[in-house]
């Protein structure tokens, strides 16, 4: 059976310095959420990110994108 986080789930596995999607996508299937790849996840981030709840940063070292939770 294939289980999809929430997005409360996918914001709770985010760095405070910034995730990459693919390192989201593995967090998730150690948690038994096996149905999300990297590439889904970034669409999931783009969503929200577009809803303010996740900002694009940047990070030394590392070429692809990040995304962090915004903090209040």
Known sequence: ???????????????????????????????????????AIRQRLIKLEKENAVEKVRRPGIRSACWAPITK
């Open 1 to 39: 059976m294939i289980t999809i986080p929430g997005d409360n789930e996918i914001i709770s596995r985010l760095s405070i310095a910034g995730s990459t999607p693919d390192s989201v996508a593995s967090l998730l299937r150690c948690a038994g959420y096996n149905g999300m790849t990297g590439k």
